[in-house]
């Protein structure tokens, strides 16, 4: 617990440094002339488009969870994952929204196995989700860095590989010697990945869906740009900048992506003449806008709540 808590610190201290790095080389002049002129329907769309890109994860989940035989009704789905998305902004770590995702539903179906199973097929279907939408981004823009089209395409392969280790229920000779934490979760993964064998067509509509939800994330920025007056940036422009943003905050420095994501907003940004205090607004103004949608999550967790402790009474 004491290493762990140290870790937690560690990271804090990363992204709070990162951010005062920041906060301290922009206009805040600019920031707040920024802030003033704001349009407000853009900012309710970029809210429907959170709330759009939240139901295509749903059914997302909904198909994963399908290919492992468990059907669930949409509604427990749709309350659960915002349950997760809660946790996952409100705790030093995105683990504690799949670990509330995984009781919830584990609890209802009884097979918190195949759940577990379900979520980190999820997750591995959405980085492969993520890096595509990357990739097209790379070849919508005019002059693509090679170097980020192997970093998304490494992405992808790293993604394939782990969904072929996980569905064939065996894994290379070169990592049968190994040991760790990791080897022993991927071992116990493969008896529940048997069940995706066969369902070719479904995980190809899965991660569809991923990429789907990757432009509803890149159309919740588009709206943030437009509200904050950023004419310079596209739409096409988004499916490049946001995808690679993500993945620096998926780096495991910082807390929650703090800081390393506003680092990369401002310097995406900056390549389109964007000045940096209002590329520092527009990635606290996405933090700040699924943060505030995810507290719908927080309601549901609680209603839940209340209701276990009646029946417990």
Partial sequence: MTRKNSHT???SSISIILLAWLASSIDWRQLVASLRVVEMTWIMAAIGWIVVSIAVSTWKWREVLKAQGLELPWHQLWNAYWEGQFFNNFLPSS???????????????GD???VTASVVVERILATIGLSITGLIGCLLISQPDYRII???????????????IIIRGSWP????KRTGRLVTFIQGMQVHGNRFQGQGARLIGITLLSVAFQVGVAAVNY???QGLHIQSVGILDTLYIVPL?????????????????EGAYVAL??????DKGTAFIASLLFAFLVSLCSLYGAWVWLTYRSKEVVSNV
């Fill in 9 to 11: 610190l560690l990271r």
């Fill in 95 to 109: 683990i504690g929204g799949d670990a509330m995702r995984i009781i919830r539903i584990g609890q209802l179906c």
């Fill in 112 to 114: 918190a196995a195949g």
């Fill in 150 to 164: 192997m970093i998304f395409a490494a992405l992808v392969l790293v993604g394939l590989l782990l969904m072929a």
């Fill in 173 to 176: 000779a070169w990592m049968e």
């Fill in 223 to 225: 709206c943030i740009f």
């Fill in 245 to 261: 943003a993500s993945v620096v905050a998926m780096l495991p420095f910082g807390i929650n992506g703090y800081g390393l994501r």
């Fill in 269 to 274: 940004l900056g390549m389109y003449s964007v």
